[in-house]
């Protein structure tokens, strides 16, 4: 993983990254919701809506659990981030 900016040690322990099995927020297709924009949990390897969508079930998730680290689930993004330390940064 290379980042164009200093980074934290949860994203420098993240390892390799975690890639969405499947294109849909888990969380909104068991309650029947509706999602914005999809991010992967670099603990679990969960894939859940961010906080534009209604549920914000990956923000939830961070709060259950204290993963720390998500990506951005969309295509051609490629972005990671940590909710300890408010970083957000590219990779290639």
Same mark, same amino acid.
């Given at each position: 993983?290379?980042?164009?900016?200093?980074?934290?040690? $949860? &994203? @420098?322990?993240?390892?390799?990254?975690?890639?969405?099995?499947?294109?849909?927020?888990?969380?909104?297709?068991?309650?029947?919701?509706?999602?914005?924009?999809?991010?992967?949990?670099?603990?679990?390897?969960?894939?859940?809506?961010?906080?534009? @969508?209604?549920?914000?079930?990956?923000?939830?998730?961070?709060?259950?659990?204290?993963?720390?680290? &998500?990506? @951005?689930?969309?295509?051609?993004?490629?972005? &990671? #981030?940590? #909710?300890?330390? $408010?970083?957000?940064?590219? #990779?290639?």
């Amino acid at each position: 993983m290379s980042m164009n900016r200093k980074l934290c040690d $949860h &994203i @420098s322990f993240a390892g390799d990254l975690k890639q969405p099995a499947e294109y849909v927020c888990e969380a909104c297709v068991k309650h029947g919701g509706n999602w914005v924009h999809l991010r992967t949990c670099q603990t679990c390897g969960v894939t859940l809506c961010c906080d534009d @969508s209604p549920g914000r079930h990956m923000t939830a998730h961070n709060r259950e659990t204290g993963h720390p680290v &998500i990506i @951005s689930a969309e295509p051609g993004e490629k972005w &990671i #981030y940590c #909710y300890v330390d $408010h970083l957000f940064s590219d #990779y290639v």
